[in-house]
């Protein structure tokens, strides 16, 4: 553990890239993943290159519970748990029930069920399961219903249905679909609709409708879209209207809108944005208020917040911020208290509480937390999510905690009441029109009897409420 050796090179794009560097891909929903989040952080799942400090043999994946109350972590027993030949990616479905590692030399799919009291992986029958030629990345989709993989040497990327009961994965009729040159990293829309793919070499996104029924991916009008230099990982954000991408070469963030009928994406205002030196990875918080990105030669970790109308980028004051050389993978737990970075060159996790307020990041008592040897990727699974009557609820209490004037706080509690109340008699579509005359007020009211900052809290609240509903 905290072993110092030789990875600490940059992530490379030869057949040896890891040893070097290796993966990142977290889906960014890979934890939060269910229509409604605001789950409380449970286990944390690492996926360690090696086995061992001379990296022999196979790899495994370390499990932690997380202290929910100050973001820290504990080993659980048993931990660290077998898996295939260099495991570079893993993955939680939204129930927090099964994990998934894609093993990249293994050429294959570790799956587990996960233990709901302790956390303990168990392979699940028939585990692991055939991927593509070097798998590096594994996604699954917010209705836990379809698992994807990225194979970066066959340029595809592998479907499968999940088995509800057991965790097994089948593949899906058509498997595997074509992507670009080198995939490296998939992300699934919240809503479901919609696959994202980066493709290394030709510096491009691949993007798939996916068949709600049979999970089958199809290429959506103007496949692929332009990116960075090298994309290393993808993120689209909770409300599904951006898609983020990490451009290692190019040391920046392209930005995008996507098109909610199409799944096609356009680059926001001012994209591409700086970031720091070789960035890998890119995670966006439940709320879809801030992103953040991991430095893998920079050592450090820069947080934005994200403009809820134009899906821009801004650095978040004292972004960014210190981790270990080598930071290959970030993600934010599904309550958004708290970020996770793997440090594969030292071995280990550092943990950071968010400030919900500015996205500004603070260690964690007891940080880095020891992993297994050269960590590659990093996943979280979460308590029973809040169901979407409790979620408008929270988003009551949140305007009533603003002190804001009479008029306007008693004029967007009564659209929330009214959109409680239409969805208690089951009309989705007028509580989505609720919600939406809610959004349209506080976006009329921002910068007068909102700050700017408060609206943006509020509209990335009400827009993952409506992402939850399936809301247009």
């Not at 040896?16 to 789950?39: C, Q, R, T, W």
């Not at 080198?182 to 493709?199: E, H, L, Q, R, T």
């Not at 050592?299 to 050389?325: C, D, K, R, W």
């Amino acid at each position: 553990m905290g072993q110092k050796g030789g990875a600490m090179k940059r992530p490379g794009k030869s057949s040896k890239a890891f040893s070097a560097g290796g993966l990142v891909v977290l889906l960014v929903f890979a934890f939060a993943g269910h229509a409604f989040g605001n789950k409380k952080p449970r286990f944390a799942y690492v996926a360690n290159q090696c086995g061992n400090v001379s990296c022999t043999g196979s790899g495994n994946v370390s499990a932690y519970t997380i202290d929910s109350a100050t973001g820290a972590l504990t080993m659980v027993p048993g931990s660290p748990f077998a898996a295939g030949s260099l495991p570079f990616s893993v993955a939680v479905d939204p129930s927090g029930k099964f994990a998934y590692v894609a093993n990249a030399i293994s050429n294959n799919v570790s799956a587990y069920s996960i233990d709901s009291t302790t956390g303990v992986l168990s392979p699940v029958p028939g585990s692991p399961f055939s991927a593509g030629l070097f798998p590096v990345s594994v996604a699954v989709d917010p209705s836990g219903k379809f698992a994807y993989v990225a194979n970066q040497f066959s340029s595809n990327v592998s479907a499968y249905s999940i088995d509800s009961t057991t965790g097994a994965l089948s593949p899906v009729p058509g498997s595997a679909f074509a992507a670009g040159s080198n995939p490296f990293s998939v992300a699934v829309d919240p809503s479901g609709k919609f696959a994202y793919v980066a493709n290394r070499v030709f510096s491009n996104i691949s993007a798939y409708s996916i068949d709600s029924t049979t999970g089958a991916l199809s290429p959506v009008p103007g496949s692929p879209f332009a990116s960075g230099s090298d994309p290393f990982s993808v993120a689209v954000d909770p409300s599904g209207k951006f898609a983020y991408v990490a451009n290692q070469l190019s040391s920046n963030v392209s930005a995008y809108s996507i098109d909610s009928t199409t799944g096609a994406l356009s680059p926001v205002p001012g994209s591409p944005f700086s970031a720091g030196l070789f960035p890998v990875s890119v995670a966006v918080d439940p709320l879809g208020k801030f992103a953040y990105v991991s430095n893998f030669s920079s050592g450090n970790i820069l947080a934005y917040t994200i403009n809820s109308t134009t899906g821009a980028l801004s650095p978040v004051p004292g972004s960014p911020f210190a981790s270990e050389p080598s930071a290959i993978s970030v993600a934010v737990d599904p309550s958004g208290k708290f970020a996770y970075v793997v440090n594969q060159g030292f071995s280990n996790v550092s943990a950071y509480s968010i400030d919900s307020t500015m996205g500004a990041l603070s260690p964690v008592p007891g940080s880095p937390f020891a992993s297994g040897f050269f960590p590659l990727s990093v996943a979280i699974a979460g308590e029973a999510v809040a169901s979407p009557a409790e979620l408008i609820t929270n988003l009551i209490n949140t305007v009533n905690s603003l002190n804001l004037q009479p008029g306007i706080a008693n004029s967007l509690d009564a659209k929330l009441q009214a959109a409680q109340a239409s969805l208690a008699a089951n009309h989705t579509i007028t509580t989505c029109n609720e919600m939406n005359a809610f959004i349209h007020e506080v976006m009329a009211q921002s910068g007068k009897e909102l700050t700017v900052a408060q609206a943006d809290q509020l509209i990335a609240q009400a827009n993952f409420i409506k992402t939850g509903l399936g809301c247009p």
